[in-house]
């Protein structure tokens, strides 16, 4: 399944779907199967699994030689070489806080029925708010609110992205406040404060790959865990959610974060000699952005707390605001998005921006980057041509893109290299330390994120053999690149200090 995903990676990989394109093999994934998903008897599972055995023996040969014909076999085989890291990773699992576990669900519970009541109080009736009627009566009928649709199906939606616009433009709405406070924290406490901890106060998580061969988490084939990349990171209950996270007795956290990981890669690839002599002089190019994209002055140190006026809200916010919401913007623009994608991802992190404005921002950055404009149609140009993207060396790894050539297509196109590159830097990596490390030992992945654990005397070294495995040498347009890690570590995940 795995060499077919490095063929063919935006394709379902599951065993029935392969079986059914490789082989004149019956369906048979239901055989024997009972209302519960059990199989009504132990020869039943036998035949099963003796079936699986054989397609997947039968499948082989084929899916062999499309990674061969395809020239994507060496991205299988590093691929298949990571994985013993992964499952290491999988079984170990992270020691976590149990009593305060128990608290921070109690709590998140007590604010679902806050909410529950504040509605009640406020409507004079009961509302089932995990039902999708009921919400789109409540908030389009009882309240009177502008209809929101799904752009894709172009239905009416009560969901995330609909919730936040309409909040946006109600900020003083009870019942609306009601209803999202209902949503989060029921979403917090059922998906993390309520995920099920192994009988040795652990938490488990399986690994996979996506279509960037990036990293994904979900749950364990202990039947334990979830998916820990999708934690928020910008808000308090994402914190004390972090906070659970503990190291075994006698060790401490240490975490290993690319420094400005895709942006440096989108750089290299776009030949932006500005930004490129930025990263080497070691500037803070988040920071320069944020500068000229809000016309800060170029005079003041960058001072998080500090606060400044821009032009375009005329309202104060503190810098470091400005520097994190112009990491946003480039992030928007690197690939290929929209304003109003811009301005629904901004609304996800409770930045309320006009439409006019995320499209002005957008083409104030673009203008001053025309580097990555090029870069941009010429990889649209490449795709069209050969529908064929290599990634930078050493990795090479080959992706071939089939389908309509939609704007869609065009976006994922711009991702592939720089997302690609940095999940097999940090893949890598893992597969390094797991090998050749006896101080260090991985525990998490989430997106440029390495989380592991050392004891306290061996920190240093363990900073060191971290460094060596991530800060890999790539080759980018005849320039070498190689990305920078910062480390912090801290007593939990979710208080984790930086090390100068």
């Known amino acids: 399944m795995w060499c077919y995903h490095a063929s063919f990676p935006y394709l379902k990989k599951a065993l029935e779907t392969l079986t059914s394109i490789y082989t004149w093999e019956p369906y048979y994934k239901d055989d024997g199967?009972?209302?519960?998903?059990?199989?009504?008897?132990?020869?039943?599972?036998?035949?099963?699994?003796?079936?699986?055995?054989?397609?997947?023996?039968?499948?082989?040969?084929?899916?062999?030689?499309?990674?061969?014909?395809?020239?994507?076999?060496?991205?299988?085989?590093?691929?298949?070489?990571?994985?013993?890291?992964?499952?290491?990773?999988?079984?170990?699992?992270?020691?976590?806080?149990?009593?305060?576990?128990?608290?921070?669900?109690?709590?998140?519970?007590?604010?679902?029925l806050k909410a529950e009541r504040t509605l009640v109080e406020a409507t004079g009736q009961q509302w089932n708010l995990n039902s999708s009627p009921q919400m789109i009566r409540l908030l389009y009928g009882y309240l009177g609110l502008p209809m929101q649709y799904n752009h894709k199906t172009k239905k009416p939606t009560t969901d995330k992205d609909a919730l936040n616009r309409l909040r946006k433009?109600?900020?003083?709405?009870?019942?609306?406040?009601?209803?999202?406070?209902?949503?989060?924290?029921?979403?917090?406490?059922?998906?993390?404060?309520?995920?099920?901890?192994?009988?040795?106060?652990?938490?488990?998580?399986?690994?996979?790959?996506?279509?960037?061969?990036r990293l994904s988490s979900s749950e364990s084939i202990f039947g334990g865990g979830g998916n820990l990349q999708n934690i928020p990171v910008r808000t308090e209950e994402g914190r004390l959610i972090r906070k659970l996270f503990i190291p075994d007795e006698g060790k401490i956290l240490l975490a290993s974060d690319l420094s400005q990981a895709e942006a440096r890669v989108v750089a290299w690839l776009s030949n932006d000699t500005r930004l490129i002599e930025a990263f080497l002089a070691g500037e803070d190019v988040h920071w320069l952005n944020a500068q000229m994209i809000f016309q800060i002055p170029n005079n003041p140190e960058y001072m998080p707390k500090v606060k400044w006026r821009d032009p375009f809200t005329n309202f104060e916010h503190p810098l470091k605001f400005y520097r994190d919401l112009a990491k946003t913007i480039v992030y928007a623009a690197s690939y290929g998005m929209g304003y109003i994608m811009l301005q629904t991802i901004l609304i996800r992190e409770e930045v309320y921006l006009k439409a006019d404005l995320c499209k002005?921002?957008?083409?104030?950055?673009?203008?001053?980057?025309?580097?990555?404009?090029?870069?941009?149609?010429?990889?649209?140009?490449?795709i069209r041509a050969t529908r064929t993207l290599i990634s930078p060396a050493p990795f090479n790894r080959k992706r071939v893109f089939r389908g309509r050539l939609s704007d869609g297509l065009f976006r994922s196109a711009l991702a592939f290299r720089p997302q690609s590159v940095v999940g097999e830097i940090l893949e890598t990596a893992?597969?390094?330390?797991?090998?050749?490390?006896?101080?260090?030992?991985?525990?998490?992945?989430?997106?440029?994120?390495?989380?592991?654990?050392?004891?306290?005397?061996?920190?240093?070294?363990?900073?060191?053999?971290?460094?060596?495995?991530?800060?890999?040498?790539?080759?980018?347009?005849?320039?070498?690149?190689?990305?920078?890690?910062?480390?912090?570590?801290?007593?939990?995940?979710?208080?984790?200090?930086?090390?100068?």
């Not at 009870?174 to 901890?197: E, G, N």
């Open 360 to 382: 002005k921002l957008l083409y104030q950055y673009k203008a001053n980057n025309p580097m990555l404009t090029s870069w941009q149609r010429a990889t649209n140009e490449e």
């Open 169 to 213: 433009n109600n900020p003083d709405n009870r019942i609306l406040k009601a209803v999202v406070d209902h949503r989060k924290f029921a979403k917090l406490a059922s998906t993390y404060a309520s995920m099920k901890v192994e009988s040795d106060n652990r938490i488990r998580t399986s690994y996979s790959f996506i279509s960037t061969y």
């Open 430 to 500: 893992i597969e390094d330390l797991h090998e050749h490390s006896n101080v260090f030992e991985p525990l998490l992945n989430v997106h440029d994120e390495v989380v592991g654990q050392c004891t306290l005397e061996n920190i240093d070294l363990a900073m060191r053999e971290v460094k060596g495995a991530m800060e890999t040498p790539l080759q980018i347009n005849g320039r070498e690149l190689i990305i920078p890690c910062d480390f912090k570590s801290g007593p939990n995940w979710g208080s984790l200090k930086k090390i100068n």
């Open 33 to 112: 199967k009972v209302w519960d998903g059990r199989r009504i008897s132990d020869e039943a599972e036998f035949i099963y699994n003796a079936r699986d055995c054989c397609v997947t023996r039968e499948i082989w040969p084929s899916v062999e030689r499309d990674a061969r014909e395809l020239k994507t076999w060496d991205g299988y085989c590093r691929t298949m070489s990571v994985i013993p890291s992964l499952l290491e990773m999988q079984i170990r699992g992270v020691a976590i806080n149990i009593e305060e576990k128990e608290r921070l669900q109690k709590t998140f519970e007590e604010k679902v």
